[in-house]
C-alpha cells in the first residue's frame, strides 16, 4: 500500500468524530458514497484528509485498489464526474495550469496562487452533508477539508516539482484560477428566492451576455447556514444530482506586479508627442517617445504593456534638451524582472547609435516608491526654456531695458486655462510665477527669450497673451503683438532618477 494513502487512511480512523474504528468502515463509508458519484478525492475530504501528497496521485486506480473498492473519479473511463467538486480536483486541470505558466516563461522564483469555485460547488458540499445525517451522521457534523485549499496545494506543489516555483501568499506573482460550470450555474438561485432570504439579486444583460449581481460566494454560504435542512431538502436534492460535463477553467489570469524603469529623456526634433496623440481614430503625431523608449523596454522585460508617466509635458512642437525630462515607465505584468544594468544601457545606446530623434539618459530600474518622486516634484520642480520670439515691430533700447529688468525681479502671472486646452481641462485661473526673464534681439522683429518658471506654467500663453487670459504677457510688457515661433525647454531641475547604489540594477 502507498505509504501516503496508508496515512490518510489512518489519519481518517483516528479521528474519533468521524466516527471509523477500522479500515473495514472506512471501505463501507466509502464504498456507499461511491452510489453519489463523489470522487475519491472528495470522499478523502469529507474524511478530513488534510492537503497533502495523497492528492497528487496520478492514479486514482491506486487508491481504489488500496481501499479495495470501485471508486469513481472526474476521469474514469467516461464516467460521470464528482456531484460535489464537479471535476475540479482532476489532475488534467492542475497541469493545465502549470503548462500555461510554463508557456509564459516568467523569471518568478515564487507564487501566490488563488481559486474561485463555481457557487454550486458550496451548494452541492452542503447537500451531501444533509446527506450524510441520514447515511453517515457523525460526517454531516464535520467540516470537510476546505476544496480550495486542495486544489491550491495541487498547483503549488506541481508548480514546485516541475518549476521550482514555490508557494508565498506575499509573492509578486499571481496565479488566479477561475472554475466555470455551466450546466449546475444557477443552482444556488433558490437559496435567494425563498421567502425570508436577505438577498436580493439583479440580473442584467451587457453586450449579450446575462450577469447576476448580488449572488456573492458569501452571500450563498451564509443563506446555506440559515436554511433549515426541511426547506433545503424540499428545494434540491440530496446527495446531489449527478453532472454529465465536468467544470472547466473559465478563467485563468497570471500577472506579476509591475516593474519601473526611470530615466531622462531629450526630443531633438519637434513634432513627437510625448505619449501616441490622437484626435478621434486619426494619430496626429508620427512618432511619440512612449513608443520609442517603450517598445524596446517592453521587448526587454516583455511586459504586456507600458505606460509614461513624465514630470510634466511639453507640446509636440517643443523639444526637450539639456539633461531631458524625466519619466518612469511602468511595465504591466512583465515576464524577466532580473534585468542587468547592461541590458538597459544598451537601450540608450541602441537609440544613440540609430541617431533617434528621441534619446534616453540615465535608464535604470527604479523602486516603486521613487515614482513619487515625480508626483511629488510637481510643485517644486522649475523649468528653464528658449524661445524664438516674434514682434509685431522691433522694440526700443528702452523697451528692452525696461522688459529685461522686470525679468530679474520675477513677474507673477494670472493664467487662465488657455484656450487650445480648454476642452479638456477645467476653466481655472492658476497663479504661476517667472522667476527670470531675459530678452535678447536676434534680427529685425526676432528676439531670444530666456525664461525660467514654475511647473505648469503656459509659456506660449506668456508670450502672446491667449486673448488677454493671461496678464501680465510679453505682449503687454512689449506694447505690441507677440507670437511665439519656436519653444525648447533646456533644463527640468528635478533630481531623478534616483542614483544607483551598489547592488542596485
Known sequence: MDMDIKEAIAVAISDESLGLSSLDDVTMTAATMTTTQTCVLC?????HIPAGPVYLTRSLDTIRQDLGIKLQHPDSNGSSPCSVCLGTLDMALVDKVVSSFKEQQYDASSAAVTVELPKSVYVRQHSMQVHFKSSHPKLSTTTPTDLKDVIKYMVCQTLLSELSIANDADSDMRIEIGFAHAESASEHQFLFDREGSSVKTKTFRKRGVHYTTGDSKAAVINELNTCTDEDFVSRFACPPPAIVQPAIIGSLVLKRAPIFIGGRYLKLERNISQTPFFVGERRVTELSVADVVGEPVKALVRCDSYNLVGSGREDADVRMLGDGRPFYLECSNPRTTLIKPDQIRAIEDQLRSNKSPVQVRRLQLIRPEDTSIIREGEEHKTKHYCALVWFSSPLSQDRLAEINAIGKQGVLLQQKTPIRVLHRRAPLTRERRLLGLELVPIEGKFYKLRLESEAGTYIKE???????????????????????????????????PPALVDGDC
Open 43 to 47: 470522499i478523502l475530504r469529507f474524511f
Open 462 to 496: 506668456f508670450v502672446h497673451g491667449d486673448l488677454g487670459r493671461t496678464v501680465p504677457s510679453l505682449a503687454d510688457m512689449a506694447g505690441v503683438t507677440a507670437d511665439i515661433i519656436e519653444l525648447d525647454v533646456e533644463n527640468v531641475s528635478l533630481d531623478f
